[in-house]
């Protein structure tokens, strides 16, 4: 089989799964073509911002970062932030459209080195006359017709798979998008990821507090999982429901997100959540009552924890309202609950004032969106945070005791 991996060097997502990319296909005995494109293209294809950071509220950025440097730490990959990022990359990758085979694989690893390790400017001419004089190309390539036709092509088969970002892996003309959807990737080749095996020590009393809203799909994701990641780690979970919409009027972010995404994205986040429902072996349907009002369920959660995960079950598993009384009692009741106590639980101004606490401690620790995940011992250093249900395997990690490099 085939993979066909495009990349910008200017993308510190697609250096990170250039690093990766090479074994995925050597496991699986797939045949990978490189293909430099022009991310600045693909996001005028698709109307987006030419810097995703400045739409990003402080919080989000914040832990964008972090989740970088997270995954370099996590591959042992030297990775540093250029000061004047991002630098204009399209004379580099004219270059690249220009070579062909090994030359264009070991001319992609040192323009990347340049970029993310040195701390160079590849779009000074000097520069790239030096590196890819030292791979034997005549750097007067980066002018050529060819090479000009070349960038644009590469650039416009790429947003016709559907790329909005980078990097971007197709297999059998399906793109995924990320670093981290390099399992998918595998998968599709007929090949088995490897998998973390947990290593608790029983010296440590790990924790994770679980910030979650139902109105979030990926917050159903995680819920699903969360359970047994803690136990097989010897975490004590803690379950904290939270106003994500309050969240987001703190931090400066649309009510719901989705809906501010470019058509491309929203079609591909919604195939993305049935791949990682299909992954983790759990019944998915997006509501048709989306978005929901969900101060009722929270309330519910938060006066009764073990109704979340029937909760879940029946608004993103079930396609069932629970933001109705009525409609919510009847989940209840069938879930084996009182459900005329519980609902009258949800007036209990204790119960208000957690839901409110808990969206204060949510934002106070940084929090962006949900799933956020807060993980600490009793060894008395700062909480390390998380967000996103597919970043579980690093939540993993770091209830085994791995701490990222600078946290």
Sequence with gaps: MRLDFYYDIVCPYAYLASTQIEAVAARTGAELVWHPVLLGGIFRHVNADQVPMNGMSKPKARLNLL?????????????????????????????????????????TKALYRAYWVEGRDVADRTVLAEIATKHGVD?????????????????????????????????????WWGQDRL???????????????????????????????????????????????????????????????GLFREIGTPDVPLFQMNRTKQAYVGRDLEDWARWWGVDYSFPSHFPMRSILPLRIALAA????????????????????????????????????????????????AALRANTEAAKEAGACGVPTFQIWS???????????QDRLELVGRMLDGWRPDGE
């Design 67 to 107: 989740d970088m440097k997270r995954w370099a730490d996590r591959w042992s990959i030297p990775l540093t932030m250029p000061m004047q990022h991002p630098r204009r990359t399209v004379s580099a990758m004219r270059l690249l459209v220009a070579t062909r085979g090994e030359t264009r694989v070991a001319l």
């Design 305 to 352: 924890p073990e109704t979340t995960l029937p909760l879940y079950r029946a608004a993103w598993g079930q396609n069932r309202r629970i933001d109705d009384p009525e409609a919510v009692s009847a989940v209840l009741t069938e879930a084996g609950f009182d459900a005329a106590s519980l609902l009258q639980a949800t007036s209990d101004a204790e119960v208000k």
């Design 139 to 175: 750097a007067a390539v980066i002018d050529s017709a060819d090479a000009r036709q070349g960038l644009f092509d590469t650039t416009a088969e790429a947003a016709g798979h559907g790329a909005f970002g980078l990097p971007a892996s197709v297999v059998d003309g399906t793109l």
């Design 183 to 245: 399992n998918f990737v595998e998968t599709a080749l007929g090949g088995q990821p490897p998998v973390h095996v947990p290593t608790p020590d029983a010296d440590r009393r790990p924790r994770v507090r679980f910030f979650h809203d139902f109105a979030s799909p990926f917050s159903y994701l995680a819920a699903t999982q969360i359970e047994a990641l803690a136990a097989a780690h010897g975490a004590e979970l803690q379950w904290s429901p939270i106003l994500l919409g």
């Design 378 to 388: 009793d060894d008395g250093v700062d909480p390390l945070l998380v967000w996103g």
